[in-house]
């Protein structure tokens, strides 16, 4: 199997409105799990991004397999 470069990576992305949606979302998730302490917003969105382009990564792979 190819590994993916970085800039493969790069052109990996969710529909642009679900994107910002689920980032959104998933950011604040994390500043509830934190207890809702202020200062960390930058932080939950890359996080919350990273996440959701990983999974979309994942999920393109395994239907690349089938």
Do not use: F
Request: with cysteine.
């Amino acid at each position: 199997m190819k590994s993916l470069t970085l800039p493969d990576m790069a052109k990996i992305r969710l529909p642009e409105p679900m994107m910002e949606h689920e980032i959104r979302l998933r950011a604040y998730d994390l500043y509830e799990q934190r207890g809702k302490v202020q200062g960390h917003a930058l932080e939950d969105w890359l996080q919350s991004e990273a996440e959701l382009t990983c999974r979309a990564l994942v999920q393109d792979l395994n239907a690349a397999k089938m």
